[in-house]
């Protein structure tokens, strides 16, 4: 056999066009060496057009590489680690649409052992919720909480996310879930806010027939449901002693056994936990357990309140409106609306915003959406102070003590009484009975 000269060996570009997803090779200063078919059809660029060009300016349309702002940056880590890394992204498709994708980058070595470039495989994801996205925003706040949850979303931590209520925790939840390697599988919520002890334990665990009076049949409790999935307890500070035993046993071990039950059932369940209660001080005061929060904490996230990202108002806002009946036409917004949406500190936060907006469109009707739509609650609807004085004003001795010293536990007449007592206005009944108005919207939703 005749040996082949190096000018018979394939180059570069046709190994990498075997490939049948985007890949590129870029070097140390962030320039493109080689880009195959699917990547020039991906950008809709030439390879000519492309080699020589910055990845950044390609993929990300900025000027400057993604780490400033606030992206988690493959290339820089694969030259400083020299081992490959998996991280996601949000790119630019070849019409400037974003478009999430996961990147598995590795190292290419010199026959020195030193790194020359590094190859970079993009996988362009499909949302199942693609009709509306999870998280908005571009604010480097925003970036960077983001540039998180794209590193612990491919993983199988458990994630404890922290945040004042209405920030959006069960959206960041969801978000982790779409984008981890189970999107397809089932995400379940339990809201332990809503929930007395008995019901939490059912809910989570489920029971056998005959298990107590009233199990006239078995029932699958949530672990279960969501198995090969996703579990989102939310209020998890809520959840009694004696249950966090319980969830830590199966956190570790990785199976249930039902209410009435003698045998373990294995799940293969992430669990994401959520709280705007201080956590730290729970354990100090022994209302948490130091194990349980050692184990759920594996990966805290601190959602920022919205007042720490105001420059993503003006796309909450505008998200928010495409997904209202009639809200779109509202698009894009005025300058004087803009203004006073941005002058407020939403002590309520993302959910407050979307209120907010919801009331807009509902008093613009079909006039056009102005300044004057906009009402906003006074400061001292939310001192703290100003609220016990309120209350204890304005409202009747039963409500005092049937609302205000419920001991976090829900029930039909009180959250009737606090609605009759506000008017209906459920952000205000939701302070009064001491709950996030998700809590409330879940609960009244569980009455119907």
């Known amino acids: 056999m005749t040996d082949k000269t190096p000018d018979n060996k394939p180059s570069c570009e046709q190994i990498i066009d075997i490939l049948p997803d985007p890949f590129v090779v870029i070097d140390k200063d962030y320039r493109i060496i080689a880009a195959n078919h699917a990547y020039q059809r991906q950008y809709d660029c030439s390879a000519d057009d492309i080699t020589g060009r910055y990845c950044y300016e390609v993929s990300h349309h900025t000027d400057t590489p993604c780490s400033q702002h606030g992206e988690h940056c493959p290339l820089e880590e694969v030259f400083a680690s020299r081992t490959p890394t998996q991280v996601m992204h949000v790119h630019y498709d070849k019409e400037g649409k974003e478009e999430y994708v996961q990147l598995q980058a590795s190292p290419i070595f010199s026959a020195n052992n030193e790194v020359m470039y590094m190859g970079e495989y993009i996988n362009v994801l499909s949302p199942t919720r693609s009709e509306e996205n999870l998280l908005v925003g571009q604010s480097p706040v925003f970036l960077r909480l983001t540039s998180l949850l794209q590193r612990v979303a491919p993983s199988q931590s458990t994630v404890l996310l922290l945040g004042e209520s209405g920030v959006g925790k069960e959206r960041v939840a969801e978000y982790i879930h779409q984008y981890s390697v189970r999107p397809d599988a089932p995400f379940v919520v339990v809201d332990c806010g809503t929930l007395g002890e008995n019901l939490i334990e059912s809910e989570l665990f489920g029971y056998e027939k005959g298990a107590f009076t009233g199990a006239t049949s078995r029932k699958i409790g949530l672990f279960e449901a969501a198995n090969g999935g996703t579990l989102f307890i939310d209020e998890i500070g809520e959840l009694p002693l004696q249950l966090q035993t319980k969830l830590l046993r199966v956190l570790e071990s990785g199976s249930i056994r039902r209410i009435g039950g003698n045998d373990y059932i294995k799940v293969n369940v992430r669990v994401i936990a959520a709280t705007n209660c201080d956590m730290q001080d729970m354990v100090a005061s022994g209302k948490f357990r130091q194990d349980l929060y050692y184990r759920l ?102 409500t005092q003590s049937n609302l205000i010293n419920r001991k976090g536990r829900l029930s039909p007449s009180t959250v009737m009484q606090a609605l009759e007592e506000t008017g209906g206005h459920r952000a205000r009944a939701s302070r009064l009975l001491g709950v996030s108005e998700r809590t409330l919207y879940r609960y009244i939703q569980r009455m119907r």
């Open 297 to 398: 904490s594996a990966f805290p996230v601190q959602i920022p309140p919205l007042r720490a990202h105001k420059d993503d108002i003006v796309a909450l806002a505008e998200n928010f409106l495409h997904h209202m009946p009639e809200g779109s036409r509202h698009v894009p917004l005025s300058a004087d609306v803009i203004a006073k949406l941005m002058g407020y500190d939403y002590p309520g936060n993302i959910r407050e915003l979307r209120n907010i907006l919801e009331r807009a469109v509902i008093l613009a009707c079909d006039d056009i959406l102005r300044e004057d739509h906009i009402v906003l609650e006074p400061p001292t609807f939310y001192s703290p102070h100003a609220a016990a004085e309120a209350r204890e004003i304005s409202l009747p001795i039963t």
